[in-house]
Every structure is written in structure tokens, then in C-alpha cells.
């Protein structure tokens, strides 16, 4: 019975570390996600600004 105890809570431990990783990496991701769209709006504002400005 101990040995099913304590095997019940390293699974519960070790479930827990995989969901705490998965949610931080979840988060990390969401974050480089709006990075990448601000860098590529601004990169389309300099490219539409650069062909303004050549067009002239």
C-alpha cells in the first residue's frame, strides 16, 4: 500500500512539473508571437516609407 502511495505521488509530481513546463512555454511562445508581428509591421511601414520615398 506505501508503494502506492508513493507512486501515485511521484506521477503527481512529475504530471505537475510537465504541466508547469508546457504552461511556460505556452506563455514564452505567445510572447515571441506578438514580437514577430510588431517587428513585421514595422519592417512594412519602413518597406511602404522606402517606395514613397523612391518613387519621388
Known sequence: MTY???????FASLA???LLAYGLCMGMFQI???HTM???QQRAERNAAN???SAC
Open 4 to 10: 502506492v502511495v508513493l507512486l501515485c505521488s511521484i
Open 16 to 18: 505537475g512539473g510537465v
Open 32 to 34: 515571441f508571437r506578438i
Open 38 to 40: 510588431q517587428v513585421a
Open 51 to 53: 517606395a514613397l520615398a
